[in-house]
């Protein structure tokens, strides 16, 4: 056991551990802290993808033929307006698995576009379509694909970051088999299956929210931000609360006081 002496207002103390529960204790107190913290983070992201959203239509929309490979490059360009070059993968479809429209369940629909100038890949999210009564058949899109993919003549949408850190079930094992029926989008996943050794090129860390406006598609409505800048401060506030319980807590166990420091009213009587 460990001991430290120290004086405080009030009288002399002693703070009393033991590694076995300090370290724990240190890695908890570490944990609600960087939780607290991860939520500011994100609140300012919301903050800028809110700031982006709010910009004129001619001031926004871009188009490109390439885009940035490195996530970090690529940040300045997420809730962005952009209008992609390229051409359609449409035998690789993608089903994002448990998304719901009008109180019904269903998949979006997100299909692979390669980019002329690079010959990379980006997700583009086409919509909502309903789902069969049965989990073991899958929507027939034989038919209404390629008439939603024609009616497209402008690519153009908000672009977000790959959507990986969805909490799922169980853990995913993809199999090169088509449609593909996703639980979330994980490039690390999806990017041996979308790109081919014959064609040079990669998956892009983002994808492609269809705008409403755009004709074509499926049926979709995407909301700038699911989750406010407040919620995200108010679950920081949170950790951060939780942190400074658990040291309070901590401390109350291992603080002693060993002596009371005599007030001046003490000696006169």
């Known amino acids: ?14 703070l009393n551990f033991t590694w076995t529960v300090a370290l724990p204790a240190l890695a908890v107190l570490s944990l609600l802290v960087a939780l607290g913290t991860w939520q500011l983070g994100r609140a300012d992201e919301k903050k800028q993808l809110l700031a982006r959203a709010a910009l004129a239509p001619d001031e926004s929309v871009l188009s490109y033929a390439s885009l ?17 070059i390229g051409s359609w993968q449409a035998e690789q479809v993608i089903l994002l698995d448990n998304r719901m429209w009008n109180k019904r369940v269903g998949y979006q629909v997100l299909v692979p576009l390669r980019l002329h ?12 379509v309903a789902a069969p009564l049965s989990r073991d058949q899958l929507p027939d899109l034989s038919q209404q694909l390629p008439q939603a993919l024609a009616a497209i003549s402008t690519i153009q949408g908000r672009l977000r970051s790959l959507d990986s850190q969805v909490m799922v079930l169980a853990e995913q094992t993809l199999q090169n088999q088509w449609p593909l029926r996703v639980q979330s989008l994980d490039p690390q996943l999806l990017s041996p299956l979308l790109v081919s050794k014959e064609q040079a090129g990669d998956l892009v860390n983002g994808v492609l929210l269809l705008d409403e406006s755009v004709e074509g598609g499926f049926p979709r409505q995407w909301p700038v931000t699911t989750v406010s800048v407040e919620k995200h401060q108010a679950y920081a506030f949170q950790w951060f609360t939780m942190a400074l319980v658990f040291a309070c807590i901590m401390l109350s166990v291992g603080l002693r006081r060993t002596k009371e420091h005599k ?6 009587q």
């Not at 490979?69 to 307006?81: I, K, V, Y």
């Not at 100038?117 to 909502?128: I, P, R, T």
């Not at 007030?263 to 006169?268: M, P």
């Open 1 to 14: 056991m460990t001991s430290y002496q120290f004086d405080l207002p009030g009288g002399s103390y002693q």
């Open 68 to 84: 940035p490979s490195e996530p970090r490059a690529l940040q300045p360009l997420l809730g962005t307006q952009l209008a992609l």
């Open 117 to 128: 100038d690079s010959n990379q890949l980006v997700l583009v999210n086409l919509g909502w």
């Open 263 to 268: 007030t001046r009213e003490h000696y006169e």
